[in-house]
């Protein structure tokens, strides 16, 4: 379980991150759905621990990432924005590295690897150097090095961007699978039928805040809206948040 109480980030006189309040439950998909500089980056590095909190708290399964980010670290697999990959190693080679930095042994990453290798259709890419890769093919590698040590918690910004329309399908039944296992899975999105089709919970952030929550269904509701596209329109207010506001992580 994720769980983020009043979570606060300031750049300067920006507030990036202005009380966020929300829960990722387990065995669940919890979708961020936000206008570009709404928050969700900064929030999910604030969550994945690679900047600090200014205030408020998170927790990942109980255990608090200011206090103790090793522990939240190996709680949680993490895909952020940037999808960098050591071009001078193949894709195992960069997959078993961070697999072996988790303290995962060898005999049980490979058994891991073989898995996400068949479920994201990466044999033919598996033993080349990463040098050249497509986007694509750097996501696939990314998303399988965040994924290695087998986490409880599953946190991925944008992770279908670049990917192609049957790269997507692969990774999306990736996702319906960890939450059948039972993880929890947190990612964001702009990606309207992504979000309508897979997640249990939805969280609309704007100007830092999160300005609604629930299901697809309630969302339309709450808007008086047919459809997500139109629902998150009106309850981000998109119109304004572009110009109110700027990402800057």
């Known amino acids: 379980m994720i769980e983020v109480k009043?979570?606060?980030?300031?750049?300067?006189?920006?507030?990036?991150?202005?009380?966020?309040t929300f829960t990722g439950k387990s065995g669940a998909i919890t979708g961020l759905l936000g206008p570009n500089g709404a928050g969700k980056t900064t929030a999910i590095r604030m969550i994945g621990?690679?900047?600090?909190?200014?205030?408020?708290?998170?927790?990942?399964?109980?255990?608090?990432?200011?206090?103790?980010?090793?522990?939240?670290?190996?709680?949680?697999?993490?895909?952020?924005?940037?999808?960098?990959?050591?071009?001078?190693?193949?894709?195992?080679?960069?997959?078993?590295?961070?697999a072996e930095l988790r303290g995962v042994e060898a005999a049980r990453s490979e058994k891991t690897l073989a898995r996400f290798v068949d479920w994201l259709d990466m044999k033919d890419i598996l033993d080349r150097r990463t040098e050249g890769f497509s986007q694509g093919e750097r996501m696939k590698v990314a998303?399988?090095?965040?994924?290695?040590?087998?986490?409880?918690?599953?946190?991925?910004?944008?992770?279908?961007?670049?990917?192609d329309v049957m790269s997507t399908r692969a990774l999306r039944e990736l996702i319906k699978r960890l939450k059948s296992d039972?993880?929890?899975?947190?990612?964001?999105?702009?990606?309207?039928?992504?979000?309508?089709?897979?997640?249990?919970?939805?969280?609309i952030i704007s100007h830092g805040r999160v300005t609604?929550?629930?299901?697809?269904?309630?969302?339309?509701?709450?808007?008086?809206?047919?459809?997500?596209?139109?629902?998150?329109?009106?309850?981000s207010d998109v119109s304004q948040s572009a110009d109110a506001h700027k990402e800057v992580a």
């Open 6 to 20: 009043d979570l606060r980030k300031q750049f300067g006189s920006v507030k990036a991150v202005d009380g966020v």
């Open 49 to 98: 621990t690679l900047i600090a909190i200014d205030s408020g708290a998170a927790s990942i399964d109980g255990i608090d990432v200011a206090t103790d980010a090793d522990g939240a670290r190996c709680a949680c697999g993490l895909l952020t924005d940037s999808r960098g990959v050591y071009t001078r190693m193949t894709a195992r080679e960069n997959i078993r590295y961070y």
């Open 143 to 163: 998303i399988v090095r965040a994924l290695i040590h087998e986490p409880a918690n599953v946190i991925l910004d944008e992770p279908t961007n670049g990917l």
């Open 182 to 203: 039972g993880q929890t899975v947190m990612f964001s999105s702009h990606v309207m039928q992504e979000v309508a089709a897979l997640c249990d919970e939805i969280i």
């Open 212 to 235: 609604a929550q629930g299901t697809t269904e309630q969302l339309m509701e709450m808007s008086g809206k047919n459809n997500l596209e139109d629902a998150f329109i009106a309850l």
